[in-house]
Structures are given as C-alpha cells and as structure tokens.
C-alpha cells in the first residue's frame, strides 16, 4: 500500500471547481430576463421533450445548464419541496428565496463533500411579483453560492461574455418581443465574436407572465406565438405580453 | 426527524431520489403521517358530528360538461354554513364536486389537486381523464376507515376528456369504487331528486346554456324536496356554484351569471312550483 498523496484543500477546490466549470461549458448557455409583464427564458435547445426551463411553483421557474440527469434530478427535488411546503402551510409560503436557499444548500455539501463529484450544474430560479419591483432572479453556480440579480442573467459555459452583452443594452420595461430578440441576439454571439443564426425551432421560450389570469403564471412559448414575437420587427407595440394564448 | 421542509438545509436524499411521479406516493415514503388516509382514528361511539355537504349534479352537452352544487353544509338538523364551495377545479380540464363530511372532503380536493398538478410538472404531460379518475378512486380508498365511521366522502368528477372531444362524467361510492355515468349524475343527499329532474329535462343536443339552466333546475328541486339542501337564496345573494369544461377549459359561471339562470328559475317557479313538465309520451 502507498501513502496517498497529499493535495491542499486550496488545490482540491480548484480542482473540483474547474471539473465543474468544464462540466457545465459543455452545454449551450441560456439567458433569463425580465421585461414589462414578467421574466422570459430562452435557451438553444433541439429537443422538443428535455427542457432546460420548467415551473416550479405558481409564480416560480427554474433554468438550468449543464449535465440534464443532475439538473433534472434538482428539478425534481425542488417540485416535491415547492409542493411539499405549500400543501403543509399556504401556497404563498412557497418562495423563490426559500427555494433558491435549498438548492445553494443542496449544491453547496455536493460540491465539498470528499465522497461525492460535484454537480456538473449552473441554475437560475425566478420569481415574478405583482409588480416588475417584485420580480427575484437568483443565480446558483455548481459551488452552492447564490448571486441575487437583477434584469439579465446568464448561465452556462459562454455566460461571461453573454451576461456583460445583455447588461449593456437591457432595458426596464421592454417588450416581451423586443426582450425575447435581445436574448437571441446574446446567445447567437460565439467565444470568437462570430455570430450564428439560431432557427425559431431550436429554441426553447417560456415566460412568468404576471397579467395571466391563472395562478399558475409559467408558460411555454412555441410554435407560432414564438415566429410571431420573433419576426415583428423593431416596430413592436401589437405584440406585448404573451396575452393572445396561440399556442 | 431529518426529513422535514422546514429546515433550510439540503434537500433529504428523498427529494433527490428518482421515483414515481405521484405527489402522494412521495408522501407516503417521505412523511406518511400527513397522509389523510394515514390518520390514526381513536375509536369512538356513533356517528361523529360534523359538517356535511350535500348535492351535486353533473350533466354533458355536445363539447363539454357542467358540474353544479348547491351551497349548504349541515350537521344534523342545523344549517352549518349557507355560502360552503363544493366544486372546485381540479386542473384546467377537470373538476370535481364533493358531498359527504365538508372538512375531509376539502382535505381531499386539496391532495387530489395537488396530485394532478405534481404529475403535470414532473412529467411534463397531464394525465389521462381516466388516469386522474382513478387517481381520485385511491384516494377514496384510503378513507375508507373513516368512512365506516361516518365520516364519508363521496366527490362527482367531471372532465373534458381531450382524446374524445368529449365531456365525460364520474361517480364513486364510500369505497372508492368508480363507475362512468352517461349523460348525467348526482351524488349527496339531494341527488335522488335532482336525477329525477334531469332524467325528464335531459336531451343530448342541449346547448352550454341549456345545460347549465337544467342543472340549476335539478338543484333546486333537489332543495325542493331534500332538507339538507339549500335553494337560491336571492336575500343574501348566494347562487348554486355552477361550472362548465370545455375544449377552453374550466370555467366557473360567476355571481351574476349564475344569479340571472337562478333569478329566471324562480320566476318561472312561482307560476309553476313543481318546474317545467315534460310531455307524457
């Protein structure tokens, strides 16, 4: 038998931070932001089943990039405590911040427990108010920290680059058309400054959108509500929230 | 116990573990004593006193269903509540509407809600209308002990069923034993009268309005001749909650929709008490 070698616990971190940055690179990023009526998600994703964005709760969402199995897996966890909690106190107890919490904590004894990989994830949990005021981005990388943001946010390998795009020219108050082309615009951007057309199909859209009558605020857009937002041009105005439910 | 939601620390390795879809079925791994049906009952003598819901009916037309209730509780010979809900969505193409003991019958709209809604997130597709008919069947079950006490729950389940194209109607009994009704339904105290009022007023080619107008109809004379049911009670404003499922979805007729059909049913009825006739062959 041989001594094992021995690794710092600076270099072991470093280590496994960047076992989970390589991780999470490998996939595509995805932006979450707010405008006028709500937050809106979009993310490059071809498949039409294995979504990046899902509802957790009536006014909660989540996004998520990086390895779909340790996402899907938080996804779910946070459904059964979402569900968990509202049914043993009150819909309104179930809260973004308290969610966000879980998961940090969750994340957090992943990362730096010796026994288990770190999770290969980066998440972002949204909540819309009953006003743009109301609105709570929380960013949560791989290590269990939560960022709590504002207007844009971006996860995923490229998210450096897109974040500082968005933060230069999101705006309080757009359009849903006008920050749905924003987004697109962000994520068609490579590494190298190249940009890349990224077809209608290929996304993956949804919004908590707080003019929704239902309880339930989160929505999937697709089809041809989403070539109907995409292609008005500039001149948006028609196309404000995601009120004309065409599918 | 470590499990609990509670804390805000890392989510139990329950939450994280990969398994069924079921809201419930994750309880009772998870924490089983908040299962109604996990309840310990002490053993007691008579009936237990609470309050009781009463009728409701159901009826399909071309496109869809109305489900309808009346809005008194009793217990005993009391009028416990005057404005009680008895029907309530289950999601955006179900409803169910509950008569028997009021308290365990809205603990078990509340689950059984919750139950469709968890399956929706997690899976990503709603159940079948027959997937969450059965659903509700378990649950029914699983009171079965309390039901033999007395504290029954008898609920009347209605959907769009997408497949069909077609509005689609379920009843149960205290043992959770689920049949399909064609055309229409009642359930509670009431609902001997009330199907009788349908099974002469019934067609199949009623439009939406028609159909929700026999509803009311059978609702009230269900109040006519069953104690425990309450009629339109035009003085305080409190109107039979009515509610139609379409292609659209669930829609609940609001106060002043339900007032006109109920206001227009007692006019009616004041020249003629016993309601419309129905030709005798």
Do not use: C, W
């Amino acid at each position: 038998m041989s001594t094992p070698f021995y690794v710092s616990p600076q270099q072991q971190m470093a280590d496994r931070a960047e076992y989970a940055r390589k991780g999470i690179a490998r996939g595509r990023s995805l932006v979450v932001l707010q405008f006028a009526d709500g937050i809106v998600f979009v993310g490059e994703n071809p498949s039409r089943a294995l979504h990046k964005f899902s509802e957790i709760y009536d006014r909660i969402g989540f996004a998520a990039a990086g390895k779909y199995n340790e996402y899907e897996n938080l996804r779910i966890g946070g459904v059964r405590y979402a569900d968990l909690r509202g049914y043993t106190y009150d819909r309104d107890d179930v809260t973004a911040r308290g969610l966000a919490n879980v998961y940090a904590q969750t994340l957090g004894t992943i990362f730096s427990s010796a026994g288990e990989k770190p999770y290969e994830v980066e998440l972002v949990v949204a909540e819309v108010g009953e006003t743009r005021e109301g609105d709570q981005l929380y960013r949560l990388p791989h290590d269990g920290s939560i960022v709590d943001e504002h207007g844009s946010v971006a996860v995923g390998g490229n998210a450096e680059q897109i974040s500082s795009y968005l933060d230069q020219r999101h705006q309080d108050g757009m359009t849903l058309a006008e920050a749905l082309k924003l987004a697109v615009q962000a994520l068609s951007r490579d590494t190298n400054g190249t940009e890349r057309e990224i077809p209608a199909e290929r996304l993956e859209v949804a919004v908590l959108d707080r003019t929704r009558p239902q309880k339930r605020k989160f929505k999937r857009i697709g089809g041809r509500q989403l070539a109907r937002l995409l292609g008005a041009e500039g001149d948006g105005g028609e196309e404000d929230s995601a009120s004309e439910d065409a599918e | 116990m470590e499990a609990n939601t509670r804390s805000t620390g890392r989510l139990p390795a329950a939450f994280l573990t990969p398994g069924s879809s079921s809201f419930m079925d994750f309880l009772s791994e998870h924490q089983p004593e908040i299962l109604p049906g996990n309840r310990q009952l002490p053993p007691t003598q008579g009936v237990i006193e609470a309050p009781h819901g009463t009728t409701i009916v159901a009826v399909t037309f071309p496109g869809g269903v109305v489900l309808a209730g009346d809005r008194r509780a009793t217990m005993g010979n009391v009028i416990a509540q005057r404005d009680i809900e008895k029907v309530f969505p289950a999601d955006e193409y179900s409803a169910v509407g509950i008569a028997g003991t009021a308290g365990l019958a809205v603990e078990m709209v509340k689950l059984f809600q919750l139950e469709l809604e968890h399956f929706e997130k997690v899976e990503g597709a709603q159940l079948s209308l027959e997937g969450k008919a059965n659903r509700l069947s378990t649950m029914i079950r699983s009171n079965l002990g309390m039901a033999m006490q007395g504290l029954a729950v008898v609920p009347l389940f209605a959907g769009y069923d997408t497949g069909r194209d077609s509005g689609r109607i379920f009843s149960y009994d205290v043992t959770g034993g689920r049949s399909e009704e064609t055309n229409f339904a009642a359930t509670g105290s009431g609902s001997i009268f009330a199907r009788g009022a349908m099974k002469k007023l019934f067609r199949d080619d009623l439009t939406e309005e028609e159909a929700t107008t026999l509803v009311v109809q059978a609702l009230y004379d269900a109040a006519d001749d069953d104690s425990a049911t309450g009629g339109p009670d035009v003085a305080r404003r409190i109107y039979p909650i009515v509610t139609v499922i379409t292609e659209d979805g669930f829609r609940r007729l609001t106060d002043e929709e339900s007032s006109e059909i109920a206001r227009s049913i007692l006019a009616r009825r004041l020249e003629q008490p016993d309601g419309p006739r129905a030709s005798l062959l």
